[in-house]
């Protein structure tokens, strides 16, 4: 099946720096990829959907100014905290949009990262 | 826009005994899919099933089969023969054709018990 790798894993930083988040569509070409932000125990909340070569989409309420998204190619996806603040604190998951192995639309989750700003 | 509701925030089932989650949703769109995904403790999210709406026949995978009711927008999972690995949080999802987003239930966070 295809597969979505996240890096990093987790990580931990100062509050006032910026953190990059790499999405990965390892064995196909995603066209769209999306970033979720996920509190415990709560459901996923769609940030933005990002496609290739072209602007990333926020949902209303996310800042872009803050969440700097960039697809570079049909593999790559990169999510950007700026200035990240303890509220930022979150798991963020990606996601890309494929096809299965008999055409099915569907999308792939990457493992999501663990981020805590101290 | 999509909604999706989960009423069913916590539920539990004994080993090998069968189980189902609801999962409504509305939406004024003819052509969309729907999805649940597993969520287990390490996070990372699943794919369990998936259903087209223009299909009228229900989905199955395995133990996993779905009761897909379009008229009524409700797409239940069934698991059948629970094991202690089915423990985790399902997510319902709608996924909109054109733009690809999808729009995820609150879950339901089920425990198999021995």
């Known amino acids: 099946g295809a597969v979505v790798s996240q890096h990093p894993s987790w990580v931990i930083c100062k509050s006032g720096t910026s953190v990059k988040i790499e999405c990965r569509s390892l064995?196909?070409?995603?066209?769209?990829m999306f970033w979720y932000r996920q509190f415990p125990k709560q459901s996923l909340m769609l940030m933005a959907t990002s496609n290739e070569g072209s602007k990333a989409t926020y949902e209303q309420g996310v800042e872009k100014d803050k969440f700097l998204i960039n697809h570079a190619s049909l593999t790559l996806s990169t999510l950007t905290v700026t200035s990240a603040h303890p509220e930022d604190s979150s798991f963020y998951i990606c996601?890309?949009?494929?096809?299965?192995?008999?055409?099915?639309?569907?999308?792939?989750f990457g493992p999501g990262t663990r981020l805590t700003v101290l | 826009a999509q909604t999706v509701t989960q009423s069913q925030p916590e539920m539990s089932v004994q080993e090998a005994e069968t189980v189902t989650l609801s999962c409504t949703y509305d939406t004024s769109e003819n052509n969309y899919y729907l999805f649940w995904y597993k969520q287990p403790p390490s996070r990372q999210m699943i794919l369990v099933i998936r259903q087209e709406a223009y299909k009228q026949q229900n989905a199955m995978e395995n133990r996993f089969s779905v009761n897909f009711q379009k008229a009524a927008k409700s797409f239940s999972l069934k698991i059948s023969d629970s094991q202690l690995g089915d423990t985790a949080m399902y997510f319902c999802a709608f996924m909109n054709t054109n733009a690809g987003k999808s729009t995820f239930g609150d879950g339901t966070t089920l425990t198999v018990k021995p």
């Open positions: 996601s890309a949009r494929g096809l299965t192995s008999g055409g099915s639309d569907t999308q792939y």
């Open positions: 064995d196909f070409q995603a066209t769209t």
